[in-house]
């Protein structure tokens, strides 16, 4: 009898990254993770990071 493997079905609620996606995001989890739709500055911070284009 073979290995069991895990079939994940539920990627409505979470779904694994891409190590390359992972690797752009750092800044944006540990700099630029204010909400850009605020008032603070590190929403403003956070707005300037996102790519509109």
Same mark, same amino acid.
């Given at each position: 009898?073979?290995?069991?493997?895990?079939?994940?079905?539920?990627?409505?609620?979470?779904?694994f990254a891409? &190590?390359e996606? /992972?690797v752009?995001m750092?800044?944006?989890?540990? %700099?630029?993770f204010?909400n &850009?739709?605020? /008032?603070?500055?590190?929403a403003?911070?956070?707005? %300037?990071?996102?790519?509109?284009?």
């Amino acid at each position: 009898m073979g290995a069991k493997r895990t079939i994940y079905m539920d990627h409505s609620a979470t779904t694994f990254a891409k &190590p390359e996606v /992972v690797v752009v995001m750092i800044p944006c989890f540990t %700099k630029h993770f204010g909400n &850009p739709f605020s /008032v603070y500055g590190i929403a403003r911070d956070s707005m %300037k990071a996102i790519d509109w284009d």
